[in-house]
């Protein structure tokens, strides 16, 4: 709409409450007066609660209505693609390089605010929520607060078996790998530095096994030069999985081709083998015990306890049950989605808490708030299944797409183009790029 230049002969009255007399504006202003009235009375508040992928790829769709005012809060203020967490863990690339601020993501937002907080509680009855340093009121909630370690009741063993779904988690696992080749160079006992050289990685879903194979892949080739009292390739790497075979997500057939990828890299794979205990130095096995300087984990996640807040129904992870269509029985303004959200598909099954379900259930909620705006009726989420897949090193991965099942150097090449494609920042892309490209000709 044109405010600017006014004509003089197109005038309307205002009546001014309270007043007896008339005003005269000019009609133009009047129309535009109307507008910024009709703009602040339709405007709705979405909160977005996490900035991964379900905040971001809900908001860049909600922004495009600038009436809408948006507000994304998270505890920490950057963007991580999860994914790659575990290459930061093994020194092969450096946080900033899979991490972006969400401001610089959102600043081209002009309807879109950032507030670095920790929720804590959800009162979907009142329609609030609050966090450590405030209160916020919404709309529409949009909530995807993540996941974290679940060690099944034995919260005392995370002190001396890290997870992986923070960068401060992945810098202290870099930091006691690294750190523990270095006690092994100055160690003259033998026990202790076979202790200190014994890896175990517990958990043989995809993070165990791409963490386990980065780990083999750096002791063969990227430290094996850079030690004199030690061989880094004699370092004892086990896998542990307490289920029949490691990535039971996969076919049968994939889940063979990773193990033999494994080996071939110095990774022993122990199934149908449950961890009982773990210390500061050992991990026990069943009923064998093996003494390790370095214990991580990788067996299981659970639902943010935000969940726990809003005395709603939960699953046995503690994701919250929604509907069709992503919200929150009993509140329709509320929807939950990607790690926190327990949504059962078609075939009855619970979908899995991966990035590629995050994506789409973020860019659903947002098309169904949009068409609710515009008087259109909600519509339930479908998840695509594009497939999924698993790398275990250079020149090592496997992919499963529809039936379709590879593995090699072509499953590994389309890895890293997927990874590279969605990775945040142009910039980023370039960055890790490069660095995949110097490390696979020269394992640096």
Not at 335 to 341: K, L, P
Not at 367 to 388: A, C, H, M, T, V
Request: aromatic fraction near 8%; charged fraction near 25%; charge should be positive.
């Amino acid at each position: 709409m044109n405010c600017g230049r006014i004509g003089r002969r197109r005038i309307a009255k205002l009546v001014l409450p309270g007043r007896e007399s008339q005003t005269r504006i000019p009609y133009k202003l009047n129309n535009c007066i109307k507008y910024l009235i009709m703009y602040t009375v339709n405007s709705k508040c979405v909160l977005v609660v996490g900035g991964g992928f379900v905040g971001m790829n809900a908001v860049k769709i909600l922004s495009r209505k600038k009436n809408l005012k948006i507000t994304v809060v998270d505890r920490c203020n950057h963007h991580l693609f999860q994914p790659l967490l575990y290459q930061v863990a093994a020194a092969g690339l450096s946080p900033a390089e899979i991490a972006v601020p969400i401001r610089s993501l959102l600043s081209d937002k002009s309807n879109v605010r950032v507030v670095q907080d920790e929720i804590k509680n959800v009162n979907p009855a009142e329609r609030v929520v609050l966090g450590k340093n405030g209160k916020y009121s919404y709309d529409y909630l949009i909530l995807a607060a993540g996941a974290t370690h679940n060690y099944f009741g034995n919260e005392d063993w995370e002190i001396n078996a890290p997870g992986l779904k923070t960068l401060s988690q992945a810098t202290e696992i870099r930091r006691r790998i690294m750190t523990v080749f270095e006690k092994a160079e100055i160690e003259e006992d033998a026990e202790e530095r076979k202790k200190l050289l014994t890896f175990v990685v517990v958990g043989g879903g995809p993070t165990g096994v791409e963490l386990a194979g980065a780990i083999g892949e750096m002791t063969r080739f990227t430290l094996a030069r850079d030690f004199r009292s030690i061989d880094p390739k004699l370092t004892r790497i086990i896998l542990v999985e307490a289920g029949p075979r490691i990535l039971s997500g996969f076919h049968e057939v994939l889940s063979s081709m990773a193990t033999r990828d494994l080996e071939s890299l110095g990774v022993q794979v122990w199934t149908e083998s449950p961890v009982s205990k773990i210390t500061s130095d050992a991990v026990t096995v069943g009923s064998e015990k093996i003494s390790s300087a370095t214990v991580l984990w990788a067996a299981g996640v659970k639902a943010s306890s935000i969940g726990d807040s809003m005395k709603v129904e939960l699953d046995q992870q503690g994701r919250i049950k929604v509907k069709k269509d992503l919200s929150l029985p009993g509140y329709k303004e509320v929807f939950v989605a990607g790690d926190q959200a327990c949504f059962i598909d078609k075939n009855g099954e619970s979908l899995p808490s991966i990035a590629p379900v995050a994506m789409q259930q973020g860019k659903h909620i947002a098309r169904n708030i949009l068409d609710e705006l515009n008087s259109k009726p909600r519509k339930p989420f479908s998840y695509l299944d594009k497939g999924q897949m698993a790398t275990i090193g250079r020149k090592r991965a496997i992919v499963e797409v529809r039936g379709f099942r590879f593995g090699g150097v072509m499953a590994w090449i389309a890895w890293l183009f997927i990874h590279i494609f969605y990775l945040s920042g142009f910039k980023n892309r370039v960055i890790v790029l490069i660095q995949w490209g110097y490390s696979y000709f020269s394992f640096a």
